[in-house]
């Protein structure tokens, strides 16, 4: 059973980030924590956006800034790539076609 709160120590194992770096992008992403009582309670979505913020960061090689856009816009690097290939695709079946006339 999954757990509906997770600790900064948690999250910090689960993402191998240091906790100030978690800090970091809580700010500059402006992520809502829940705070019980002193401390703060990650949920799987807030871990779920810090994963996608550290594969936009560490993986795909975004700024902060264009991570940020990126996330707003709602389309990951991978969902980008496979609509280009499609599209690309498409225009290859049209220029075959205009080329076996």
Known sequence: MEKLFYSISEVVELLELPDSTIRYYE????????????????TAEDIAKLR?????????????????????????????????????KGIREILTRIKGD
């Open 52 to 88: 996608e913020i550290k594969e936009l960061r560490d993986v795909e090689k975004f700024t902060i800034n264009g991570a940020n856009k990126q996330l707003k816009t709602g389309k990951s690097g991978k969902q980008k790539k496979a609509e280009i290939i499609d599209k690309l």
């Open 27 to 42: 700010k500059r992403f402006g992520l809502k924590i829940q705070i019980q009582g002193r401390n703060k309670a990650f």
